[in-house]
């Protein structure tokens, strides 16, 4: 289970006349189901979901979203990673006259793909990925991703990303 509570920096100005600090909220919960296949396989699914506390008036409160994860150990020391977030707008707790009212200005989320290498040693792990998803944080990627996988500027819209990680 993964828990992520965040705060936005941005201006005050940004949250309206009727600010208070809790608007800069936003949270994140998912549950994590893996599996290991083979010593070479294994896969990720993983339902989550999204709150924030204070949005524009195009986007919701609330989102679901699922992501899928697979790891492929090409060599002993290389394995490859693909993952697929999509996001989901979450309205059941929304009045439905409101839902309707809103429902023409929604802008739905689009899918992230990411592909990655993983390169291990004795103490160290890198590892190198490209992406659609524009945030670092997983929320603001489940509800405000706008750039699509299949799109002909997708090479305008990918991110590069690199993790090393030390083991002990």
Known sequence: ???????????????????????????????????????????????????????????????????????FKVYNEMSLIATYDQGFVFTPSIPASRREARKEMLVAPKPSLGLGLEIASPTHCFMIFVSNAYNIVPQLNMAYNRFSVLNEELAKQLHVGFNLTVRF
């Open 1 to 71: 289970y993964l828990l992520q509570v965040c705060i936005n920096g941005a201006d005050t100005a940004a949250f309206g006349t009727q600010y208070q600090f809790t608007n800069r909220f936003s949270y994140f919960n998912q549950l994590i189901l893996s599996r290991k296949f083979s010593p070479k396989l294994s896969f990720q699914i993983a339902p989550s979901f999204s709150h924030f506390n204070s949005v524009d008036s195009t986007h919701w409160n609330d989102y679901m979203g699922i992501s899928v994860g697979g790891r």
